[in-house]
Antibody, heavy 124, light 113 residues
C-alpha cells in the first residue's frame, strides 16, 4: 500500500529557506498516472495548495507563492521535495505531501492520498 | 483564481440528526465536455490529514459511509451527513480541481450538540 512521509527541519529562521522532502513508499513515484503535490495548513486555519510535480519534472505552482517555491523530484530515491525561500512567520504551518491522479485525457483531479504532515515553525 | 466559500463556519447537530454544509464557487466548476463537476469534499479530524469523502461532487470515496452524500452543480454544492455519528465530528473542506491554482473552502467545523 502506497504511503507518503514528510521529513525536514521543524524550525526555520526568518528569511531562510524551508526545505522538506516527501518519501513515497510501497509504489513508484515514476508512475505516469500521478502528480505529487504539496499543501500547507497554518495552525487552526484552512488548506492552501502550494504546487505539483510530475515524475518528468514538470511543475505547477500556486501564483501566490510561485516566486518563492521550487518543487523537485528525485526518482532514484522515490522522493520529491519542496523549497520555500525567504520565509516569515506567515509560513508557519503543517506541510502535507499528497498524490493526485493524472488522467490520460488531461485535466486535474482531487487528492486521494495524503502524508501525515509535518509542522514547520518559522521563528528566530 | 476560483474562490471557494463555505457556510456555515461551524454547526452543532444532535446525534442522529442531519448536518448540511454549503460550498459556493466564484465561477462554475462544471466542465461542459464531460458534464462533470470538478468538486471534492474532505473530512479532517484533529491531528490528522484530510481524508477524501466525495469527488465529482457526488461520488463517495472508497470506504466512505453512505450517510455522507454530495449534491449540486455549477457553482453551488452541498455536503449532507444524513444521521450524524460521534465519529463524524471534524472539519469539512470543499475543493475545486477545475483549474490551477487548486483551491479549498475555508472549512466547516461540525460538532455534536
Amino acid at each position: 500500500q502506497l504511503q507518503l512521509q514528510e521529513s525536514g527541519p521543524g524550525l526555520v529562521k526568518p528569511s531562510e529557506t524551508l526545505s522538506l522532502t516527501c518519501t513515497v513508499s510501497g509504489g513508484s513515484i515514476s508512475s505516469s498516472s500521478y502528480y505529487w503535490d504539496w499543501i500547507r495548513q497554518p495552525p487552526g486555519k484552512g488548506l492552501e495548495w502550494i504546487g505539483s510535480i510530475y515524475y518528468s519534472g514538470s511543475t505547477y505552482y500556486n501564483p501566490s507563492l510561485k516566486s518563492r517555491v521550487t518543487i523537485s523530484v528525485d526518482t532514484s530515491k522515490n522522493q520529491f521535495s519542496l523549497k520555500l525561500s525567504s520565509v516569515t512567520a506567515a509560513d508557519t504551518a503543517v506541510y502535507y505531501c499528497a498524490r493526485r491522479y493524472l488522467p490520460s485525457s488531461g485535466g486535474h483531479r482531487y487528492f486521494d492520498l495524503w502524508g501525515r504532515g509535518t509542522l514547520v515553525t518559522v521563528s528566530s | 483564481d476560483i474562490v471557494m466559500t463555505q457556510s456555515p463556519d461551524s454547526l452543532a447537530v444532535s446525534l442522529g440528526e442531519r448536518a448540511t454544509i454549503n460550498c459556493k464557487s466564484s465561477q462554475s466548476v462544471l466542465y461542459s465536455s464531460n458534464n462533470k463537476n470538478y468538486l471534492a469534499w474532505y473530512q479532517q479530524k484533529p491531528g490528522q490529514p484530510p481524508n477524501l469523502l466525495i469527488y465529482w461532487a457526488s461520488t463517495r470515496g472508497s470506504g466512505v459511509p453512505d450517510r455522507f452524500s454530495g449534491s449540486g452543480s455549477g457553482t453551488d454544492f452541498t455536503l449532507t451527513i444524513s444521521s450524524l455519528q460521534a465519529e463524524d465530528v471534524a472539519v469539512y473542506y470543499c475543493q475545486q480541481y477545475y483549474s490551477i491554482p487548486l483551491t479549498f473552502g475555508g472549512g466547516t467545523k461540525v460538532e455534536v450538540k
